[in-house]
C-alpha cells in the first residue's frame, strides 16, 4: 500500500530459516520501490486466531486515512481458516512500525457450508453505492473454484453473500483472488479499487493451487447484485489468460494514489532444491513491481515495469540496424550482462516465411510448442530474439525469443518463449522449463519489440509493450557476474533487423538504507 507519502511492502517470510516454514508477517519501507529498508514483522502469530500461521491477505485504507490489515490465520492442527484484522499501533509513526491485533479477532469465520480449509486471502476492500465494504475470500467447493463475496457497514461485522461473486467449475482452491477495476478510456491511468461506472471493467484474478499460475479475466461487475460476468473474451479457467507465462504467482495489486496508476506485485519462487536456499541463505523473491492497465483492444491487460526502475540504469550501449542472417548472433558489449536493462525492436521484411501452424497444435498449450520448436531449431521466420545470461561459448544461456507461424485462416500466431532448458550446466533436479505465451499482436508494421530485465538468477521479460510477459528463474554456472553475455541471434531463414537495441547496465538499489 502507498500511505502518507510511504510505500509499504508486507510479505510471507520466514524470520529464522532460507526454507518454508515460521512464517510472519515481513515489512519494508520505500519512497520509491526501488530503495528499500526492512522493518521488524508487522504480524506473526500471538493469539489464539493466528497461532497456527498468519497467512496471506490485504490492506485497505479507511476513510480518515486509517490503514488496516485483513490476514488469514489457522487456528488449529486441522487447518481451519479464519480472518483476521491488524491496526496500526500508532497513526503518528511515518514507518507504521509496530502493528496490535484487538480482541474481537477474528472477524470472519467459516458459515456451514463453507470449506474452512480452504478459506483464505482476503482481499483490499471496496465500497459499492450502498455505502457498504465488500471483500473476497478465496475457497474451493470440491473441485470448483469460488470466490467467497462478504459485506460490512462498519468493517468489523462482516455478512457473507448468498452467491459467491463469481465460481468456475474444475479450477480448483482459489488463492490469492485480486478484484479491481480498470479504465475503458485508454491510457495507463488506474483507478481506485472502488470506481465503478460504464467506462470501467473490472479484473478478476486468481491464484490457482493446481497449477501455481495466476489467471484472470475481464468482465462486468453488476454492484447492485453484487455478481461478475467475465466477457467472453477469453477462456474462464486454466487455459485462459495468465499474468505471466513463467515464475509468477500468488500476485496482489493496488491502487497507488500518488501516481493514478495500479501496481502489480508478484512472487517468483526457487528453481532449485530447498537444499541450495539453505546453502544461500535465503529463497523466494518479488519480481519487479509492473504498472497494470487494459490494452486498447479491450481483451487484455498491458504490464510494464514501474518507470522508477528507470532510475537503476548506468552505462549505456547501442545498436541500430544491424542484420541478422540465418545463425547469427550479435553480442551486444559494453553493459555488465548479468545486470542488465535491455529494450529492442526486431524487424523484417516480409511474412511470407512463417511456418504453418499444425491445427493439431493446443494454442492454450504455448510451453509444449516452444519446448519443441527451441531457440536452435531452424525456422522460417524466427527463431529469433536475445541469449541472456550467455557462457562466451554458449554452453549455457537463457533464450528469450519469438517464432511465427501462419494459421490457416491467413492469421498469424506469434509465439513468445523463455527457455530455461539450455540456461544452466547444472543438471539433477533443477527446474528448467520452457516457458512461453501466445501474443495477440497486428504484425501489419511488420516489428516485434521485447524488453528483458536480467538480474544473475532472473530474467524477466516482456513483449510487444507488455501483452506477454515472462519470468524465469535460472542458476548458471558458468554464466556469472564478470563471464556472463547477452547476445541477439536469429536461427531462422528470413533475415531480422535489430532496428534498435539499447541496453544499460543496473546498478544495485539501497537495501536498508537510512
Not at 141 to 146: E, K, P, S
Not at 296 to 308: F, H, M, R, T, V
Amino acid at each position: 500500500m502507498h500511505f502518507n507519502g510511504i510505500y509499504h511492502l508486507f510479505y510471507q517470510y520466514n524470520p529464522i530459516g532460507a526454507v518454508w516454514g515460521n512464517i510472519v508477517w515481513a515489512h519494508s519501507i520505500s519512497k520509491d520501490l526501488i530503495n528499500w529498508k526492512k522493518l521488524e514483522p508487522a504480524i506473526a502469530p500471538s493469539i489464539p486466531s493466528d497461532i497456527y500461521g498468519c497467512w496471506s491477505g490485504s490492506a485497505t485504507v479507511l476513510p480518515g486515512n486509517k490503514p488496516i490489515i485483513l490476514y488469514t490465520g489457522i487456528i488449529d492442527m486441522n487447518q481451519t481458516q479464519v480472518q483476521n484484522y491488524a491496526i496500526p499501533a500508532n497513526l503518528s509513526d511515518p514507518y507504521l512500525t509496530k502493528w496490535i491485533k484487538p480482541d474481537n479477532n477474528p472477524l470472519i469465520t467459516a458459515d456451514i457450508g463453507v470449506n474452512k480449509t480452504a478459506f483464505r486471502d482476503p482481499t483490499t476492500a471496496w465500497k459499492g453505492p450502498d455505502g457498504r465494504w465488500r471483500i473476497l475470500i478465496g475457497g474451493r467447493r470440491r473441485q470448483r473454484g469460488v470466490s467467497l463475496l462478504y459485506r460490512s457497514k462498519d468493517f468489523m461485522k462482516w455478512t457473507k453473500a448468498q452467491h459467491p461473486l463469481h465460481t468456475k467449475a474444475h479450477t480448483g482452491n482459489w488463492e490469492c483472488p485480486d478484484f479491481f477495476p480498470v479504465s475503458k478510456k485508454g491510457g495507463k491511468l488506474g483507478l481506485d479499487t472502488s470506481a465503478n461506472g460504464d467506462d470501467v471493467i473490472h479484473v478478476l484474478k486468481n491464484s490457482l493451487d493446481a497449477t501455481r499460475y495466476d489467471y484472470y479475466t475481464l468482465g462486468t461487475y453488476f454492484h447492485d447484485k453484487d455478481r461478475y460476468v467475465p466477457d467472453n473474451t477469453s477462456d474462464d479457467g486454466w487455459k485462459g489468460l495468465r499474468y505471466d507465462y513463467g515464475n509468477f504467482y500468488a500476485s496482489k495489486s493496488f491502487f497507488d494514489e500518488s501516481k493514478n496508476r495500479r501496481i502489480l506485485w508478484g512472487w517468483a519462487n526457487e528453481s532449485d532444491t530447498p537444499i541450495d536456499d539453505v546453502s544461500k541463505g535465503w529463497s523466494g523473491i518479488q519480481a519487479i513491481p509492473r504498472t497494470l492497465w487494459l490494452d486498447s483492444n479491450g481483451k487484455q491487460l498491458l504490464q510494464w515495469p514501474i518507470e522508477e526502475l528507470n532510475t537503476l540504469r548506468g552505462s549505456k550501449v547501442k545498436l541500430n540496424g544491424q542484420t541478422l542472417n540465418k545463425g547469427d548472433h550479435i553480442e551486444v558489449n559494453g553493459i555488465t550482462a548479468a545486470q542488465a536493462d535491455v529494450e529492442v525492436t526486431f524487424s523484417f521484411s516480409s511474412l511470407d516465411k512463417a511456418e504453418p501452424f499444425d491445427p493439431s497444435w493446443d494454442m492454450h498449450d504455448a510451453q509444449k510448442l516452444c519446448s519443441q520448436k527451441g531457440s536452435t531449431v531452424e525456422g522460417g521466420l524466427g527463431p529469433f530474439g536475445l541469449l541472456t545470461l550467455a557462457s562466451e561459448k554458449l554452453e549455457e544461456y537463457t533464450p528469450v525469443f519469438f517464432r511465427i507461424f501462419k494459421a490457416q485462416d491467413n492469421k498469424h500466431v506469434i509465439l513468445m518463449c523463455s527457455d530455461a532448458s539450455s540456461s544452466s550446466l547444472r543438471t539433477g533436479s533443477l527446474y528448467k522449463p520452457s516457458f512461453a505465451g501466445f501474443m495477440d499482436v497486428d504484425l501489419a508494421d511488420k516489428k516485434l519489440s521485447l524488453r528483458s530485465l536480467i538480474d544473475h538468477s532472473v530474467v524477466e521479460s516482456f513483449g510487444e509493450g507488455g501483452k506477454t510477459c515472462i519470468l524465469s528463474r535460472v542458476y548458471p554456472t558458468m554464466a556469472i557476474k564478470q563471464d556472463a553475455h547477452l547476445y541477439a541471434f536469429n536461427n531462422g531463414t528470413e533475415i531480422v533487423t535489430i532496428d534498435s537495441l539499447d541496453a544499460w547496465s543496473m546498478n544495485t538499489p539501497k537495501i536498508n538504507y537510512d
